[in-house]
């Protein structure tokens, strides 16, 4: 499959942008989607509200972030002022993870949810991921190709949707002229609220941070392809941190970073996203798509 995708994307290389905004139109999160997810998310919510008056449910992930397919999952945030008691009822039914994650399906259905109890960051950064339309399909396509190359799974060692969008907004961030600026520094209002502050002023799905207008004129194509050659070639996972908060990359200097085989700055928390990868063997596995992908390119435009 593999194979399969960068060949015609090599064949095609001409029309690659017209091909990523075809395949984002079909295979983007429909309304119908949303709306099933919003109606479970309710009556869920509903039935929490039973044993916990005080707590509220939040969609976050890929389903208010634009960047979702039709079979991307629900990812839910519960907010709860008992936590302890919540997590007693919870425990049986925890997953293993960073953030401890129930994960279940809608009866009868595929759609898979995945709850994590008072992580109100996710809330917090879906909404910094929720930026310029134009480079949604872009996002999208990164992704499908990860996943393709079985590179986008934190629960495998490997990268989680969240670090390939942040490592490619960074890229997007990088670029002379830039395509993104830093949001939380150019746009503290729309991409910084606070949901830890107040929970009401959650922004809904139609929530967007203010274009931006770049000077950067570089089609989707273009910045598919420099973003593979950039993070094949040229980007020093030895010793940079990529932080989507500062629009830069920095050296692994504090003693957080360093040792670390791949390290993307969670833009409010600071904690490494990608902590996920840390066997040398998944890493070494990370960057081989990316040199694969690239020595593939390079055959094909010869
Ligand atoms: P997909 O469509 O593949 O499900 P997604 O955009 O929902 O992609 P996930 O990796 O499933 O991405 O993450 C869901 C949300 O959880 C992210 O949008 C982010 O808000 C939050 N999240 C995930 N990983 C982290 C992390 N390491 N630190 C903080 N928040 C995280
Ligand atoms: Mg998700």
Request: glycine share 4%; net charge positive.
């Amino acid at each position: 499959i593999r194979f399969e995708f960068v060949y015609l994307f090599g064949v095609m290389l001409f029309q690659v942008s017209a091909q990523i905004v075809e395949l984002f139109e079909a295979c983007r999160q429909q309304s119908s989607d949303l709306y099933r997810k919003e109606t479970c998310r309710a009556q869920l919510q509903k039935d929490i509200k039973t044993l916990y008056p005080d707590a509220r449910l939040y969609l976050t992930g890929s389903t208010m972030s634009g960047l979702g397919c039709r079979s991307s999952d629900a990812d839910l945030c519960l907010v709860v002022g008992l936590k302890v008691g919540i997590y007693k009822f919870l425990q049986v039914l925890l997953i293993r993870a960073k953030v401890p994650i129930l994960r279940f399906k809608e009866k009868g259905s595929n759609l898979e949810f995945d709850l994590n109890v008072n992580n109100t960051v996710g809330i917090r950064n879906t909404f910094l991921l929720r930026t310029d339309i134009r480079i949604q399909p872009l996002m999208l396509v990164i992704k499908k190709w990860a996943r393709t190359c079985e590179i986008n799974d934190a629960s495998k060692g490997t990268l989680s949707s969240y670090a390939l969008a942040l490592m490619a907004l960074n890229y997007l961030q990088i670029l002379k002229p830039c395509v993104l600026p830093s949001l939380q520094r150019d746009h503290p209002v729309s991409a910084c609220f606070d949901p830890s502050l107040d929970l009401d002023m959650v922004p809904d799905a139609s929530h967007r941070v203010p274009h931006y207008k770049s000077k950067n004129k570089s089609s989707l194509g273009d910045l598919f392809l420099g973003f593979l050659k950039y993070y094949a070639y040229k980007f020093r996972w030895d010793s940079k941190v990529i932080s989507v908060r500062d629009a830069i990359t920095f050296a692994k200097v504090s003693p957080d970073w360093r040792g670390k085989f791949i390290c993307v700055e969670e833009p409010f928390e600071m904690h490494n996203v990608a902590r996920a990868v840390h066997e040398k063997a998944k890493f070494d596995a990370i960057k081989a798509r990316f040199d694969e992908v690239m020595c593939l390119i390079s055959y094909f435009l010869k």
